[in-house]
C-alpha cells in the first residue's frame, strides 16, 4: 500500500480510494488489463463505481508517466504499470499479454540503432511486441 500511495504522491496525483484501487488492480495483474477488465476487478470492491472514473483515473496514471498504454494486434488498449523497458509477449489466439525482459536484446537494439540512422526521424525508444502462442498450461 505504501508503494501505491507513494507512487500517486510523486506523480502529483490525489490519493483517493478510487486511484488506490486501480493502481493495486493493475500491479496484481500479469497480464496488461483493458478498462474494461480493470473495471470489473476494482468494481467488486468499490461498489457504485462508473466505468468513466476508472478510464479517467487510467488516462490520469497515463499522463502522469504512472502506467503506459499498450496496443495489441486485436486492437484492445491494455495497460501496463511496469514502465523501465521492456519488451511484450503477445498471444494473438487469446490476446494474453506478458512482459518480457531481456537485456541483451536491449543492448542490440541501442546498438544497431546507434549505427542506424532514419532520415528524417528522432529515435526516443523501442519497444518490441514479440508475436506468438503461449503453450498450454499442463493439468
Do not use: W
Request: aromatic share 8%; with cysteine.
Amino acid at each position: 500500500m505504501q508503494k501505491i500511495v507513494k507512487k500517486l504522491s510523486d506523480a502529483g496525483l490525489k490519493i483517493t480510494p478510487q486511484r488506490v484501487a486501480v493502481l493495486q488492480s493493475l500491479l496484481e495483474a500479469k497480464t496488461h488489463p483493458t478498462a474494461e477488465e480493470t473495471y470489473r476487478r476494482v468494481s467488486q470492491s468499490i461498489p457504485g463505481l462508473s466505468p468513466t472514473t476508472v478510464y479517467n483515473v487510467l488516462d490520469a496514471f497515463v499522463r502522469n508517466g504512472i502506467v503506459n498504454k499498450v496496443k495489441t494486434d486485436a486492437g484492445a488498449m491494455r495497460y501496463d504499470p511496469v514502465t523501465d523497458n521492456h519488451h511484450h509477449l503477445y498471444c494473438e489466439s487469446s490476446d494474453r499479454m506478458e512482459d518480457f525482459h531481456d537485456p541483451e536484446l536491449d543492448r542490440l537494439l541501442e546498438d544497431y540503432f546507434k549505427n542506424k540512422e532514419i532520415q528524417g526521424f528522432r529515435l526516443k525508444d523501442v519497444k518490441l511486441q514479440i508475436v506468438g502462442e503461449f503453450e498450454k498450461e499442463k493439468k
